[in-house]
């Protein structure tokens, strides 16, 4: 198997999953028990803490909240904002945003909050003029993704902090695609709320996390309990909260070098499809792109079908969110692009991690421009079918 889905999902790192181990079995205690077993819990939750403290460039370990994944993270922060700012009741966020925000947005209008959605050009870029001027002193905050988990744009986040500084609006970040993909430093860029998730950064599924700049006026979303500072309810993951203190340490000491080889795989791979795939382009801008990711469209197929092929040859890869792959709705963040539906139908997106190698790219090529070609020669050509239209 050549696993190119890691958008999706990581693989846990080995030194995370060998850490994590003995918080299933002998070291077993409640954080919150006052007797010595459970303040030891307390303890590694701590160190974990400062771990992805330091891979965001926090101020200060307090500044983390643990969640259980992506979508709670984004839920926290932006339910826990509005029932903070209970006069606000309107939110900016963009037409490329992953279901976690976007669903969540509905079901927020539902309960009579206005939500705008800036849109994006035809290369996935932004319009920080627009996202400007919707803006309003009602706005309780705007919440834009780092990068795009299907086409991995990269947004200027640093100028829509500027933006928001500028007019007094709170910014959440959702940076689940961005963390351990490229440098973050939240000392240097004004980011209020910042979301992250373990699975994609090669911990386990079920812990993520929250910056939440000090002072940033939050009610918890998880009512419960005084856990995480009285900010989020419930018994704390202790198991997947070293994994994730781990993976944070792996990320922050590799992060350089090791999305310098996997930029190149990734390179290497898109030329390669390039080249031997007649009517094959990329999704969205070539530089401003997260390191490990491409989206490729192949014009006039299916992409359901081009995905079953690549599995029966052993590829996984996606056809944009893992989340709405399995239907046949079209990607909405190509759609927001406008995209050609030929074009949108037909997309596939590779995406490669720090355990992906040279030969499986070789490998790779050998087997996706066959499927391609085979697909191909089953499916009219442009020619035909110009002339049959
Ligand atoms: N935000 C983005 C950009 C994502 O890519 C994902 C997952 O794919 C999420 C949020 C949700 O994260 P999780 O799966 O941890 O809930």
Redo the contacts with the bound molecule.
């Keep these: 198997m050549i696993y190119l889905d890691n958008?999706?999902t990581t693989q846990t790192a080995p030194e995370a999953m060998e850490a994590m181990l003995p918080y299933f079995s002998e070291r077993y205690g409640n954080p919150s028990s006052v007797h010595t077993f459970g303040r030891e819990m307390e303890k590694v939750i701590q160190e974990a803490r400062v771990c992805v403290a330091e891979l965001l460039g926090a101020e200060n370990p307090l500044e983390i909240l643990f969640t259980s994944?992506?979508?709670?993270g984004?839920n926290t922060a932006l339910r826990g904002v509005l029932a903070a700012e209970p006069k606000k009741r309107h939110l900016v966020t963009t037409a490329v945003?992953?279901s976690?925000?976007l669903n969540l947005c509905q079901r927020l209008r539902e309960e009579g909050v206005r939500v705008s959605l800036v849109p994006v050009d035809s290369k996935g870029n932004l319009d920080c003029d627009v996202l400007k001027k919707v803006i309003t002193s009602d706005t309780a905050l705007v919440s834009c993704?780092w990068?795009?988990?299907e086409t991995g744009a990269v947004f200027p986040v640093g100028k829509i902090s500027e933006i928001c500084r500028e007019k007094g609006v709170l910014f959440h970040c959702?940076a689940?695609?961005a963390v351990g993909k490229i440098p973050i430093d939240l000392k240097k860029i004004g980011i209020d709320l910042l979301?992250l998730?373990?699975?994609?950064i090669h911990a386990p599924?079920g812990i993520?996390a929250l910056y939440v700049r000090r002072g940033t006026r939050l009610k918890p979303f998880l009512v419960g309990g005084h856990q995480e500072n009285g900010r989020r309810g419930g018994t704390e993951n202790v198991p997947g909260i070293v994994a994730l203190g781990i993976a944070a340490r792996l990320a922050r000491e590799n992060i350089v070098d090791e999305n310098t080889g996997v930029r190149a795989l990734r390179d290497r791979l898109e030329k390669g499809i390039l080249k031997a795939c007649p009517e094959a382009d990329v999704n969205g801008a070539i530089s401003h792109r997260l390191p490990n990711t491409t989206n490729i469209s192949f014009e006039f197929l299916e992409a359901g079908v081009i995905l079953q092929k690549l599995s029966d040859e052993g590829i996984c890869a996606s056809s944009g969110?893992?989340?709405t792959s399995g239907s046949l709705e079209p990607s909405h963040v190509l759609r927001a692009m406008r995209l050609s539906l030929t074009r949108t139908m037909g997309s596939i997106r590779f995406s490669l991690s720090r355990y992906n190698t040279g030969e499986e790219m070789d490998e790779a090529l050998r087997r996706i421009p066959k499927i391609i070609a085979d697909l191909r020669s089953a499916t009219p050509s442009a020619m035909e079918r110009t002339v049959a239209h």
Excluded at 197 to 200: A, C, L, P, R, V
């Design positions: 958008n999706a994944c992506g979508t709670e984004d945003e992953h976690a925000i993704m990068a795009n988990n959702d689940v695609q979301t998730s373990g699975h994609k599924k993520g969110s893992a989340c």
